[in-house]
């Protein structure tokens, strides 16, 4: 369905226009024509699936910008999600002259103050940022009229649930309320129950949690090689823009650290690093003055950003959804994308998880090796320099080097001094500064039991020949293969078994209790 199919105002439809939708996405398609018919709506949809343009541009059309009244509430999880969710709503709603203000925390509550006496229509925050402007009458909720609740589970997960409710309470039961979802706990349903008046539910179904335009790719990799195994694939896959994702605040400063030093441009963020230094990070990597952005899972939930080719999940996530909302960052808009997630050999089961939640099953990937890296880099320094070579404005400025240039020419070979061109443009494989990151804490052991298995080229055994004999055994009532009859480790178990039989000591006595001594007869050995 076209958005122009839906009855939006024209304002709403140029905005649209302009950032170049046109087919609205299975989520926006059922939510926009119920949430304009004034229903609430109950919304289960993965980040990424477009759900702010879904509750966002019905809201934008009751907004009557000749009233200074708040008209509207986004309650998001996180600041970066507040954030992205307040510049799309002011983007689609510029024609029309609708105010759209974000609140979270961390950054000044005066300055937030300030702005919310300028005059404000929507307001977006943080449920704790929220709570405080209202107990300090900052905020006035008497005229909402649309209130919603994005990624209400995540908030649920953050230990959010009695700000949501506080707040809920304060807006009038007359109100409209939209409340989306990636997933159903019965913490959610009872919001539905007791906060909505006969709530419209919209499923995107599983099969449509993954696009089919991102290839989703795994390596198996020892842990302490996932370093070298990440940066030399980045080498030869070139990506135009990057996330990788780590387990954990820590990793993501090292990451971050170690891309720098092998020659990547790279920046992180995740919970602790200041607001301001988390959007210009941000509007770094969207302006592409970034090629790479490290991440943990709740720094980059929500984030929208055109144009990301690659996610890799340097730690695989032991939640299965996090996996969705991770690769939910490329593959947008039409355009293709790739997702590579290294696991090492103790967490293929976290990998059976996804795939059996996603429907789809990951396709094996061959390490690049350290000689495949570097003769990527070679191709592309080798088309730096013609690009170069046909820049008019760069060849201007040869002439300042025409005398010595002459003179290397009568003292070195072409060939030569074009090597030593590339030398000083290409790192050899041999010199790459050592990079060290810290082992994690491995998560929990899950068997992998099976499930897309098998031999083939790229593809993986379901479990090892071990695992195999020790189900067979166990389904025989037999003991477990460790301890068979005639195994080496049972042979030396009865050994030791006999000889503490036959060299059984007597009891200590009092000398031995106090003296720590055994008091032996001379004939004893």
Known sequence: MKFNEFNLSADLLAEVDKAGFVEASPIQEQTIPLALEGKDVIGQAQTGTGKTAAFGLPTLEKIRTEE????????????????????????????????????????????????????????????????????????KLQDIETLILDEADEMLNMGFLEDIEAIISRVPENRQTLLFSATMP??????????????????????ELTTELVDQYYIRVKEQEKFDTMTRLMDVDQPELSIVFGRTKRRVD??????????????????????????????????????????????????????????????????????????????????????????????????????????????????????????????????????????????????????????????????????????LTVQDPDSLPEVEIAREKPLPFKPSGGGFGGKGKGGRRGDDRRDRDRRRDNRRGERRDDF??????????????????????????????????????????
């Open 254 to 423: 090292e990451l971050t650290r170690g891309l720098k030093i092998r020659g990547f441009r790279a920046e992180g963020i995740h919970g602790d690093l200041d607001q301001n230094k988390r959007l210009r990070v941000l509007r770094d990597f969207k302006n592409g003055n970034l090629d790479v952005l490290v991440a943990t899972d709740v720094a980059a939930r929500g984030l929208d950003i055109s144009g990301v080719t690659h996610v890799y999940n340097y730690d695989i996530p032991q939640d299965p959804e996090s996996y969705v909302h991770r690769i939910g960052r490329t593959g947008r808009a039409g355009k293709s994308g790739q997702s590579i997630t290294f696991v090492s050999p103790n967490e293929m089961g976290y990998l059976q998880i996804i795939e059996n939640l996603t429907k789809k099953r990951m396709k094996g990937l061959k390490p690049a090796s350290a000689e495949e890296a570097f003769q990527a880099k070679k191709q592309v320094a080798l088309k730096k320099i013609e690009r170069d070579f046909a820049n008019e404005e760069i060849r201007s400025n040869f002439e300042k080097f025409g005398k010595d240039a002459r003179q290397l020419a009568s003292e070195f070979s072409p060939e030569e001094l074009a090597m030593y061109i590339l030398s």
């Open 186 to 207: 019965d913490a959610i349903k009872r919001i539905g129950v007791q906060f909505m008046k006969e709530p419209e539910h919209v499923k995107i179904a599983a099969k």
């Open 484 to 525: 068979k009859k005639g195994s080496r480790k049972n042979d030396r178990f009865e050994k030791e078994k006999r000889y503490r039989k036959d060299n059984k000591k007597p009891r200590n006595t009092s000398s031995e209790k106090k003296t720590g001594f055994v008091i032996r007869n001379k004939g004893d050995k």
């Open 68 to 139: 200074a009244t708040i008209q509207a509430l986004v309650i998001a999880p996180t600041r970066e999600l507040a954030v992205q969710s307040q510049e799309e709503l002011f983007r689609f709603g510029r024609s029309k002259g609708v105010k759209v203000r974000s609140v979270y925390g961390g950054s000044s509550i005066e300055k937030q103050i300030k702005a919310l006496k300028s005059g404000a229509h929507i307001v977006v925050g943080t449920p704790g940022r929220l709570l405080d402007l209202i107990k300090r009458k900052a905020l």
